[in-house]
């Protein structure tokens, strides 16, 4: 459960910076003191005899779910260095996880961004389930024509004076796209245009969607693998009260940028054992078969074993880093890494393979609750691996980030910055 799909990137809390600086705090919550709450918790709550669900609450409530979120919301205000002691001493027991993989899109970037931008009522609502997986969250951002350019967004959210006599809320309609877990999802983030009248960046809300609002339409879109783990969703007349605006109207694209860092940072900055992923299955494939064995192969694995444990290496010190507040541009950089290398060593495992490597499991459209890249053939890994430069930002706009914000160079020319989004060309 260690790791940033399962430990999402926030802002230090204040005893866990009081922690860092020997300040009050600093000898309330260490490693032994956070020992010592598993075994209350393992006491009170034995996982042999004790309903899964039933022990992932206490664990929340406990404030061993995240270490360095609040007391109250599932944290204890601690470095968040010391999460593996608290998930290490739990395996030991026994206990069950949160299967963060099935709930990442919640874990990696809807509870950051509820902690840094929701409001009281919001975090104590929403973070609690998300954490133990009883509701599943979606990212309703990409549209048709609002992909790479994700501000130029045409969902619209119109004010409703008032709905069902619960106070102001806000109309939504309009379609997004490449939606991952809409069909499992009870909520959603959600972008949405509130003023067409300015410029692109400065006209977009940011709201939490009821999934199973009777306005939400929700349709697989089958891919190159084929399975329909994406889908596009159709809103028409959907009803969102204003208690789920995060954020100020019109201020949707500052609180989208933590969101997106979070997600980046997800996808390609998670923490792994040396030779995981895709780079592990390729090698043990050559271990296992040296009549596959050609002396330009082994220079390629060589130079892909190498990058993944750079990259992999690059991963747990940006966790380190992480831990000091907010992920940056350095998470583009993670997320460009991981893509590149997914599909150079799919290419690689299917050349080595040969014959083997062109066939294909199963075609079957199903509609899966996470994308298994281990579980699979080699065909799968090399077919799913192509979106890996698209989802969670392209790699052409990773590249523009990295240039912009770590280079220092100039940025790209927009004619399109300070004009209405209304009279921009669609």
């Known amino acids: 459960m260690s790791g940033s799909v399962s430990d999402p990137v926030t802002p230090p809390t204040d005893a866990a910076a ?48 995240w270490i360095h979120f609040p007391e109250g919301l599932g944290g204890l205000g601690a470095p968040r260095a010391l999460q593996p002691v608290v998930d290490q001493a739990l395996e030991a027991a026994g206990a069950p996880d949160n299967a963060p993989r099935r709930i990442g899109i919640g874990l990696g970037m809807a509870a950051p961004t509820l902690l840094r931008h929701g409001t009281d009522a919001q975090r104590r609502r929403f973070l609690r389930p998300l954490w133990t997986g009883e509701e599943v969250w979606c990212q309703l951002f990409s549209e048709p024509g609002a992909g790479s350019d994700l501000a130029a967004l045409a969902t619209r959210a119109t004010r409703d004076g008032d709905q069902d006599g ?9 379609q997004k796209v490449w939606t991952s877990q809409a069909h499992l999802a009870r909520w959603g983030i959600l972008l949405a245009r509130t003023d067409p009248d300015v410029p692109k960046h400065r006209g977009i809300t940011y709201f939490v969607c009821d999934m199973t609002d009777p306005g939400v339409d929700v349709r697989p879109l089958r891919q190159i693998t084929g399975e329909a783990e994406f889908n596009e969703v159709f809103l028409t007349g959907v009803r969102i009260p204003d208690t789920h605006r995060l954020g100020g109207v019109g201020e949707g694209w500052q609180v989208a940028r933590t969101t997106l860092m979070n997600e980046r940072v997800a996808i390609g900055g998670a923490r792994v054992p040396r030779e995981s992923g895709m780079i592990g299955l390729v090698a043990d494939t050559w271990r296992r078969r040296p009549e596959l064995r050609t002396h330009d192969l082994h220079q390629r694995l060589l130079r892909l074993w190498v990058d993944a444990e750079a990259a992999r290496l690059t991963a747990e010190r940006l966790g380190r880093q992480l831990a000091l507040g907010h992920p940056g541009p350095e998470g583009s950089g993670m997320k460009l890494a991981f893509a590149r290398l997914n599909q150079e060593i799919s290419g690689l495992e299917v050349e080595l393979l040969a014959e083997e490597g062109l066939g294909y499991d199963d075609w079957t459209l199903t509609r899966p609750e996470l994308v298994d890249f281990t579980g699979r053939d080699a065909g799968y890994r090399y077919l799913r691996a192509k979106g890996n430069s698209i989802e969670g930002g392209t790699s052409e706009v990773l590249l523009n980030i990295i240039a912009e914000r770590v280079l220092g160079l100039p940025p790209e020319p927009r004619t399109d910055k300070d004009a209405a989004w209304k009279d921009l060309p669609r």
Request: no cysteine.
């Open 166 to 174: 619960n106070g102001a809320g806000w109309i939504v309609d309009g």
């Open 18 to 65: 009081a922690a860092r600086s020997g300040g009050p705090e600093a000898t309330a919550i260490d490693a032994d003191a956070l020992r010592r709450r598993v075994a209350d918790l393992i006491a009170a709550h034995d996982p042999a005899t004790t309903d899964r669900l039933d022990f992932l609450r206490a664990r929340f409530d406990a404030g061993l779910a």
